[in-house]
Nanobody, 116 residues
Framework: QVQLVESGGGLVQPGESLRLSCAAS????????AGWFRQAPGKQRELVAR???????NYADSVKGRFAISTNSAKDTMYLQMNSLKPEDTAVYYC??????????WGQGTQVTVSS
């Protein structure tokens, strides 16, 4: 069965960096559009970054210039490099792959907490 597993979350201080990883199966990141979403307490899930199979990317305005999404097809892994982290970035981050008009695949989420 297709599976997405996030890792790399944790507790960091403002201004520090963190790198999230999402390991997949079924060559998802070579076939479908993928991305990272996040959900903070009391808030709706929001798109953080998206990457198409040909490499084009999109970012939420709140993270532009600080976050970078990438994939490694050989390892079937997706990454989210997060720099200059802010307390507002605190949320559960979810890995996602999307077959447009058909279905989504989701990971279980990894907690990122930015606090002094």
């Amino acid at each position: 069965q297709v599976q997405l597993v996030e890792s790399g979350g944790g507790l960091v201080q403002p201004g520090e960096s963190l790198r999230l990883s999402c390991a997949a199966s079924g060559s998802l990141f070579s076939i479908y559009t993928a991305g990272w979403f996040r959900q903070a307490p009391g808030k709706q899930r929001e798109l953080v970054a998206r990457i198409a199979k040909f490499g084009t990317t999109n970012y939420a305005d709140s993270v532009k210039g600080r976050f970078a999404i990438s994939t490694n097809s050989a390892k079937d892994t997706m990454y989210l490099q997060m720099n200059s982290l802010k307390p507002e970035d605190t949320a559960v981050y979810y890995c996602n792959a999307n077959w447009t008009g058909v279905r989504d695949w989701w990971g279980q989420g990894t907690q990122v907490t930015v606090s002094s």
